[in-house]
């Protein structure tokens, strides 16, 4: 952990306690949980078939909050927020599992995706989740510092009947809009606003590594589990083209998940255009970067429904003009309008990044102006994101 990370989360806890609630099950949000378990082992049997009984999960600070599961999957709904514990039982005679405990902003939704149960391990090691997932984190921005390559670190005041604030990490990957979808970086967030944060949970902490947020945010729909659109990128940990299942190492600041990634006859295939080999799932191998966009449905929250599979690469190259609309250099990053889509692009400025003004004079970001017209030319992660910019010319024309 970094010492500018420690220093975070020591003044968080000074505050009112980082993802920590005061009194647990508080707020006035309708929240949701859902998850699947995939295993259940014990010394004699590690490798064990999931289920071999059913399995109560309840919720020790609103014990009315409870649903059994035979096939491993399960749901929970609820008025529930703050410091909550997941209990697990044997339903068949109420032999206790082990808690799992976890940090709930009131109206949220938190998938748990591909638990695996090891009776041999103490009580509190024996809940394993490969990732948790959270969507539908309201609140606003207590504190935020932001870094040169665009990442940082926020307080978020989230919402609910109590005092309640989590520290969210913001990467370089990190998706930054506003409600109409214009992007944003991370020098536009000022304190104050409004915010919608997703991503994932680190389970050391409870913090949040955002994967989108979303300033002056729409309200969610409404309560209760519902399908959420998903990408992933990282390197293929196994494939069963029979089954249609692949299996990602998705890395996020520093933090490492499996991903399960479930193909269909509608998902859509792309190779590296140096690739002759049919392009299809016979040409997903074990160690090559590979970038996912689908959606996990509640039915199934340990596996993301493929829609495009990009096989052999995780980013694509980019070249773009157009005036600048936003200038942040401090938080390491432009906004300019595509001139051939009309869209708002998010550019991430580097070290290694060159810049060059009027006549092809090296420059740096600080020379640069609003309404300047650029090229831009870099690249960009599969799914989305900003664009990594190699290199940033000033063009001629209207300023």
């Given amino acids: 952990m970094s010492v500018q990370r420690r220093v975070w989360l020591l003044a968080c806890a000074a505050l009112v306690g980082c993802a920590s609630s005061e009194g647990g099950v508080t707020g006035t949000g309708v929240s949701a949980i859902s998850g699947n378990i995939v295993l259940v082992s014990d010394q004699q049997a590690p490798a064990a078939a999931a289920l071999p009984f059913p399995i109560r999960v309840s ?42 405990a976890l940090e709930i902003p009131a109206g949220s939704q938190t998938v748990l995706e591909n638990i695996e149960i090891h009776l041999a391990a103490p009580p509190d090691e024996r809940l394993q989740p490969r990732a948790v997932r959270q969507f539908d984190v309201f609140g606003r921005v207590d504190q935020i510092e932001c870094n040169a390559d665009g990442s940082g670190l ?7 009947a109590q005092r309640h604030q989590i520290l969210v990490t913001l990467t370089p990957e990190t998706d930054i809009v506003n409600r109409r979808g214009t992007e944003l970086g991370c020098g536009d967030i000022g304190r104050g606003a409004a915010v919608r944060v997703e991503g994932f949970v680190r389970r050391n902490d409870q913090s949040l590594i955002a994967l989108v947020v979303v ?9 209760g589990p519902a399908p959420r659109p998903e ?26 998940v499996r991903r399960i990634v479930r ?3 509608t998902t859509e295939f792309q190779c590296d255009q140096e690739s002759s080999a049919a392009c299809d799932c016979d040409a997903i191998v074990v160690g090559a970067p590979i970038g996912v966009d689908g959606v996990i449905f509640p039915e199934r929250p340990g596996q993301i429904s493929a829609e495009l599979v990009v096989i052999g690469v ?3 190259p980019v070249l773009r003009s157009g005036p600048i609309v936003r200038l942040a250099c401090a938080s390491g990053g432009l906004v300019i309008r595509d001139e051939a889509s009309g869209a708002n692009l998010r550019v991430a400025i580097t070290a290694d990044t060159e810049i060059r003004c009027r006549r092809g004079v090296p420059c740096g970001c600080a020379d640069l102006r609003l309404r300047q017209r650029v090229r831009v030319e870099g690249s960009r992660p599969v799914g989305g994101g900003p664009v990594t910019a190699n290199l940033v010319t000033v063009l001629a024309g209207p300023n």
Avoid: H, Y
């Avoid at 926020?154 to 609910?160: C, E, N, P, T």
């Avoid at 300033?215 to 729909?221: G, I, K, L, T, Y």
């Avoid at 992933?232 to 933090?255: H, K, M, N, P, Y």
């Fill in 59 to 100: 919720i020790v600070e609103a014990p009315e909050v409870e649903t059994t599961t035979e096939d491993g999957t399960f749901e929970l709904m609820g008025s529930f927020s703050g410091a909550v514990t997941l209990d697990f039982a044997n339903a068949t005679d109420g032999t206790q599992i082990g808690p799992l």
């Fill in 154 to 160: 926020a307080q978020i005041l989230v919402d609910g």
């Fill in 215 to 223: 300033v002056a945010p729409a309200r969610a729909a409404g309560p």
């Fill in 231 to 256: 990408r992933a990128r990282g390197t293929v940990d196994g494939v069963d083209c029979a089954r249609g299942l692949v299996s990602i190492d998705q890395e996020t600041d520093g933090d490492s």
């Fill in 263 to 265: 193909l269909t006859e």
């Fill in 314 to 316: 995780t980013s694509t």
